[in-house]
């Protein structure tokens, strides 16, 4: 009876191993048990829109480039991290080819390199008319500027070569820069902290009035900044204020050029709940068409053939993690055309591309706790429908859409990795 009982407790034993093996490996590949977390909320469909390849690059890659021109993505490597998430070794950026995938080159910045993303969407761009990437970047980890010893919050603009990566130009800047904007038009790169550059050579040759954000619309040759108080409409050829639109907490802002919209995100600084709206205004008059359309979030992207925008919240419920949802915006009517209850995030770092070609948004967030792992997902931009869902490596992300071919970058900072989706069949 003993050795019985003996022989069946083995076996069960290697049986609950076996089966404790496949629900990790199950859980690491994104497939959890429906017990709540992410990303059980909404099953996944049949098929993914899978990485087509992974590409090793620096170490912590946090921002993303591409120049369809060129073909090239640019992918900004902070360097080592300690414990705290901070940068302890010098940075560098990797030049991949957009086609092939492969990496051309890694260029050493020869200094730290200090990113505020996530939130910042756009510290690095690309103005193809020229050739021209820029990189905006701090001398200070952003939240570290009381600890010492004591620095100068101070940062950089650099300019580097869109074919090559070449570093050509570095410009010092009094404030740490976090986003920027390019009209290639005009040859015009604007910084939020008030720099205007020259787009060919990287000079300085001009200042605005500073800004927690900026944004243009090259079709009408608009600059748009907001600094907690007013959407700012500037003509940014000569930097004259064309108009000042009261928006109390606006802090965010980003441009349908189709339609001539500003959307422009309203995040009360002092509140830590589920209050932030979104306001649209017409940037050829600066009419509010809607002071406050409800759509909450705390990250905005445009899809401007489409005439939607959307906004992501990552609305902090509890000390599990952030509860997620999007809102699809109709810009021309000022209004929430859907609203999209996504999943519980461990961090509240998201991320937006949109395919303008294909009509959809790729919203990518850190999941799956204690994995931190990026979760992407493709969301229809006129119906607001989940298209597909994949995990992918370590988080927090970056992304970059290639509107040519449809293919999405992600970064995965833990990795040292970006990966690619193919979103053309969905």
């Given at each position: ?6 022989g069946?407790?083995r ?17 690491l ?6 017990v ?27 921002a ?18 300690d ?16 086609d ?37 970047t701090?001398?200070?980890w ?10 100068p ?12 990566g070449?570093?050509?130009?570095r ?11 390019v ?23 001009g200042h ?28 940014d050829?000569?930097?004259?204020l ?10 965010a ?11 422009v ?14 306001a ?13 359309t ?8 445009v ?38 209850d ?5 961090r ?6 949109v395919d ?25 931009m ?15 992300p970056?992304i ?12 995965n900072?833990?990795?040292n ?10």
């Amino acid at each position: 009876m003993s050795a019985a009982m003996d022989g069946w407790s083995r076996r069960d034993t290697l049986v609950a191993l076996v089966v404790a093996t496949l629900l990790a490996v199950g859980l690491l590949a994104g497939v959890r048990p429906d017990v709540g977390g992410c990303p059980s909320a909404h099953p996944t469909p049949p098929r993914h829109p899978l990485p087509i390849r992974t590409i090793r690059v620096g170490a912590s890659p946090s921002a993303l480039a591409l120049d369809n021109r060129t073909r090239r993505v640019f992918v900004v490597n902070q360097g080592t991290l300690d414990r705290s998430f901070v940068a302890s070794g010098h940075g560098s950026v990797s030049v991949l080819d957009a086609d092939s995938g492969t990496l051309l080159r890694t260029i050493p910045l020869g200094r730290q390199v200090y990113l505020d993303v996530p939130p910042a969407p756009r510290p690095l761009v690309v103005d193809e008319r020229t050739g021209r990437v820029f990189l905006a970047t701090s001398d200070v980890w952003p939240g570290q500027e009381d600890r010492p010893p004591p620095a100068p919050l101070t940062g950089h603009i650099t300019m580097l070569d869109a074919t090559t990566g070449a570093i050509l130009r570095r410009i010092g800047v009094p404030a740490p820069p976090s986003r920027l904007a390019v009209d290639e038009r005009t040859g015009r790169v604007f910084a939020n902290t008030g720099q205007v550059l020259d787009a060919r050579t990287g000079a300085l040759i001009g200042h605005v009035a500073p800004g927690a954000d900026v944004a243009v619309d090259a079709g009408i040759g608009r600059l748009f900044t907001v600094d907690g108080a007013r959407l700012l409409i500037r003509d940014d050829a000569t930097g004259r204020l064309l108009a000042t639109v009261p928006i109390a907490d606006a802090q965010a802002v980003v441009a349908d050029t189709r339609h001539h919209r500003a959307v422009v995100g309203i995040v009360p600084s002092d509140d830590e709940y589920f209050n932030e709206d979104t306001a649209i205004v017409d940037t050829r008059t600066g009419h509010v068409l809607a002071g406050a359309t409800g759509a909450h979030g705390d990250i905005w992207a445009v899809d401007g053939r489409a005439g939607r925008a959307i906004a992501v919240s990552t609305f902090t419920s509890n000390e599990a993690g952030s509860s997620i949802s999007a809102d699809i915006i109709d810009t021309r009517a000022g209004r929430v055309a859907r609203h999209i209850d996504l999943d519980a995030s461990l961090r509240p770092d998201v991320v937006i591309g949109v395919d303008e070609q294909r009509g959809h948004a790729v919203v990518v967030m850190i999941c799956c706790a204690p994995w931190l792992r990026n979760v992407a997902y493709v969301i229809g931009m006129r119906d607001g429908r989940i298209l597909r869902q994949v995990v992918l490596g370590g988080g927090p992300p970056a992304i970059a859409v290639d509107a040519v071919t449809g293919h999405v970058y992600v970064t995965n900072l833990q990795d040292n990795t970006v990966s690619v989706l193919d979103t053309t069949h969905l």
